[in-house]
Each structure stands twice: as structure tokens, then as C-alpha cells.
């Protein structure tokens, strides 16, 4: 069973406003992962993190930001949402590689974003 | 650059028979290989990891092939039951150290009662 939390699970906003959606984990994963996801399309890498303080982009521009300030905790914001920013958002985290079951990914159960 | 393909997009099958979801990739300097399963609407939940140096997994009614000469993953399963119906999506790890997953773009399974 995996230990990885996201808040809210469902949100719908107007637009313009700023928002954070909030990913938790308590597995003491070094790697954290952000993903956005169309109902029936791929998942797109948005943001990663390798531990505290490091934070890269990932495969699909996004308008979003996050932060790694402690280990367990990887936040996602916008600043000032669209309706363009309307879909789910995933988090997800692993472990250090060599290790056994070294680098598997867990998910959390997403957040979804409507913004009106 | 790699890239992950599954095939078909979409399966029905009755209940009872048994199935395998195909996942090929492009480049086999992978690290490890993932299954997922994910339900409509819902996050992903892991089903089996295969490292590079391993041929299969199993769980319960799942196991999972790898072939990485070919560029290759099979995932069979079992017995299937209505539960079984969701998209499974394989992911690869590559081996070039930015350890971040490629996905498929999944098999949306449907087991008909």
C-alpha cells in the first residue's frame, strides 16, 4: 500500500485565482513527480524533484511552479489559473535505484482541476 | 529518444479467459520496466516492476514478461473478472540516469460479465 497523499481530491475554481495543490508522502522517497493528465490521453511529466532544494521541469512546459522544502512534502501552485489549467494532476514519488524495489513509482489519487 | 508503445488501445474479452496486454519500447538500455493499473478517473496503482536483469514477476493472477533484446514486455493475466476492467499502462525506466519514466499510452481492458 502506498503512503502518498494529494489535497484536495476535486477542485473547481474561477479564473484568475491562484491556487496549491498539495502532495504528501511518508515513505521517505528521495524522487517526487508531478503529472498532468486529459481524461483518456497520456501522462505528461510536469515537474520533478530528486530531493530537498532540487526542483527541474519536465517533458511538457506547464505554467505551474513547485517547491521541495522538505522531503515528504511537494507542492504544486498557480499562480493565476485558466481554464486551459482544467485537468488532473498526479504526484508521485520513488526511492533511491539499486536498492530492492529500488526506484518504483507510487501514485497518489490525483487532484482534479476545473477551472471555470 | 524512447518511446513505449501498447497494443491494442482497447480489449474486451468474457470473464474467465485468460489475456496478455503487449508493451514494446524502443530502446532496450532500461532499468526496470513498471505496469500500472489505472481506474477511471483515479490515480495509478503499481502492479509489478521487473529490473533489467529479471525475465518476469508475478502477482496473484498477474505475471509479467520482460525481453529487453527485443524490446519487449507481455503482462497475462489470469482468470479475468469483471474487477480486472481498467487501463493498464506499462512504463520504462531508462538507463541513462535522469530516471524518469516513459509511458505508454495504455490498454483500456474491458472484461465483459
Known amino acids: 500500500e502506498a503512503d502518498i497523499y494529494q489535497t484536495p481530491r476535486y477542485l473547481v475554481i474561477g479564473t484568475g485565482k491562484k491556487i496549491t495543490l498539495e502532495c504528501s508522502q511518508t515513505?521517505?522517497?528521495?524522487?517526487m513527480y508531478w503529472y498532468q493528465q486529459d481524461p483518456g490521453m497520456e501522462l505528461h511529466l510536469i515537474h520533478y524533484?530528486?530531493?530537498?532544494?532540487?526542483?527541474e521541469k519536465g517533458d511538457l512546459s506547464s505554467e505551474s511552479t513547485v517547491s521541495r522544502i522538505r522531503t515528504e512534502h511537494f507542492p504544486l501552485t498557480l499562480e493565476s489559473a485558466r481554464p486551459s489549467h482544467t485537468s488532473q494532476y498526479l504526484c508521485?514519488?520513488?526511492?533511491?535505484?539499486?536498492?530492492?524495489?529500488?526506484?518504483?513509482?507510487?501514485f497518489g489519487p490525483g487532484t482534479r482541476l476545473t477551472v471555470l | 529518444k524512447q518511446e513505449v508503445t501498447q497494443i491494442p488501445a482497447a480489449l474486451s474479452v468474457p470473464e474467465g479467459e485468460n489475456l496478455v496486454l503487449n508493451c514494446s519500447f524502443t530502446d532496450s538500455a532500461i532499468y526496470n520496466l513498471q505496469w500500472f493499473r489505472q481506474d477511471p478517473g483515479k490515480g495509478l496503482t503499481s502492479l509489478l516492476l521487473?529490473?533489467?536483469?529479471?525475465r518476469e514477476q508475478t502477482s496473484g493472477r498477474l505475471n509479467a514478461s520482460l525481453d529487453k533484446s527485443s524490446g519487449r514486455s507481455t503482462l497475462y493475466i489470469a482468470a479475468s473478472q469483471p474487477g480486472d476492467s481498467a487501463t493498464y499502462l506499462c512504463a520504462v525506466l531508462s538507463n541513462f540516469g535522469n530516471e524518469k519514466l516513459t509511458f505508454g499510452t495504455g490498454t483500456r481492458l474491458t472484461i465483459i460479465p
Open positions: 521487473i529490473q533489467s536483469s529479471q
Open positions: 515513505m521517505g522517497h528521495d524522487k
Open positions: 524533484s530528486y530531493g530537498v532544494n532540487s526542483t
Open positions: 508521485a514519488s520513488s526511492g533511491r535505484k539499486g536498492l530492492a524495489g529500488g526506484n518504483e513509482q507510487f
